[in-house]
């Protein structure tokens, strides 16, 4: 059953460090999301991205953050300058048309120190 | 913004036993999803509702999407260790990106 990847599972940087996370989506897909979980706390929207372009962003998802699907498989976050708070899980999910359910990749944990 | 207010926030019950929870708003919800989430992993789906009324089954999980369109609840039944873990509602918009809101999350604990 095809599923979404991400890489990596962990990743461990210095505060100030810019951050990339990968993702995968299911091949067919069209829409890709990013969701963030802070540890202990419910999964909070962060960004929605359809042809190639941002279809709605949270107040989370500020000038530090950006996305973008470099070829026809990755869809990537990029953190500019991470801070202590930008420690999270980070999801990715995608679906193949915006009303259908989304599929949620096993998460990136980010730990920023 | 738009909330789910889900309980109970967590559960402490004995294998066998039936567990119920439920997610609420004051917003109107096009889908309902119900997740479970082990730690350090991405929630995976457990049931989708579609529809108001909706009355949806996946093994011992039961799940209905309230006729308001605000509400769902779940029930597991006959529980057993491995429903440890954390389930999420999430409630996708009617409109816009669809966006999913989530819960808060309800954490159960079986005690065999």
């Known amino acids: 059953e095809p599923e979404v990847t991400q890489t990596p599972s962990h990743q461990v940087t210095q505060m100030g460090q810019e951050v990339i996370l990968r993702c995968v989506p299911i091949?067919?897909?069209?829409?890709f999301y990013w969701y963030r979980q802070i540890l202990g706390q419910k999964v909070e929207f962060l960004v929605s991205?359809?042809?190639?372009?941002?279809?709605?962003k949270s107040e989370i998802f500020d000038d530090q953050f950006s996305v973008e699907r470099p070829d026809g498989s990755n869809f990537t976050l990029k953190i500019r300058s991470t801070k202590l708070e930008d420690s999270a899980m980070y999801f990715c999910?995608?679906?193949?048309?915006?009303?259908?359910?989304?599929?949620f990749g096993p998460g990136t944990r980010l730990t920023v120190l | 913004g738009q909330q789910l207010n889900q309980s109970p926030q967590s559960m402490f019950i004995q294998e066998g036993e039936d567990v119920s929870m439920n997610c609420t708003s004051s917003s109107i919800f096009n889908t309902w999803l119900w997740y479970k989430q082990d730690p350090g992993e991405g929630p995976v789906l457990l049931i989708a509702l579609y529809k108001a009324g909706e009355l949806t089954s996946n093994g011992r999980l039961t799940a209905q999407f309230g006729i308001t369109r605000k509400d769902s609840f779940l029930n597991i039944s006959a529980s057993i260790p491995s429903d440890v873990g954390i389930y999420f509602c999430?409630?996708?918009?009617?409109?816009?990106?669809?966006?999913?809101?989530f819960g808060t999350g309800t954490r159960l604990k079986v005690l065999a």
């Open positions: 999910a995608s679906n193949f048309a915006a009303a259908d359910t989304q599929y």
């Open positions: 091949s067919n897909h069209l829409y």
């Open positions: 991205f359809y042809n190639n372009e941002i279809s709605e």
């Open positions: 999430a409630g996708q918009l009617p409109r816009g990106t669809y966006k999913y809101i």
